[in-house]
């Protein structure tokens, strides 16, 4: 039994140290909510422009690579 009474439960120590942690909340609920903060800090994502040329070429270099890879036991 407790002093008020009551049986004993295993989560009163974690009850009395949380009344004792109440003005440490009261400090968290003054801040902004988080979406806010991020809200402010976010930055444009830097784009590298591509050349499509480019992008054929290396598209056209990996299919290549994968009909070697398929066909070399043909050719080998």
Same mark, same amino acid.
């Given at each position: 039994m407790t002093k008020d009474g009551r049986k004993y439960d295993q989560a009163d120590q974690?009850?009395?140290q949380?009344? $004792?942690l109440e003005p440490e909340?009261?400090?968290?609920k003054s801040l902004p909510p988080r979406s806010q903060i991020h809200r402010r800090t976010r930055k444009k994502k830097k784009v590298i422009p591509f *050349? /499509?040329?480019l992008i054929r070429v290396?598209?056209?270099? /990996?299919f290549v690579i994968i009909i !070697? !890879?398929? $066909? *070399?036991p043909y050719w080998l």
């Amino acid at each position: 039994m407790t002093k008020d009474g009551r049986k004993y439960d295993q989560a009163d120590q974690l009850r009395e140290q949380m009344e $004792t942690l109440e003005p440490e909340n009261q400090i968290q609920k003054s801040l902004p909510p988080r979406s806010q903060i991020h809200r402010r800090t976010r930055k444009k994502k830097k784009v590298i422009p591509f *050349s /499509f040329p480019l992008i054929r070429v290396l598209l056209l270099l /990996f299919f290549v690579i994968i009909i !070697a !890879a398929l $066909t *070399s036991p043909y050719w080998l």
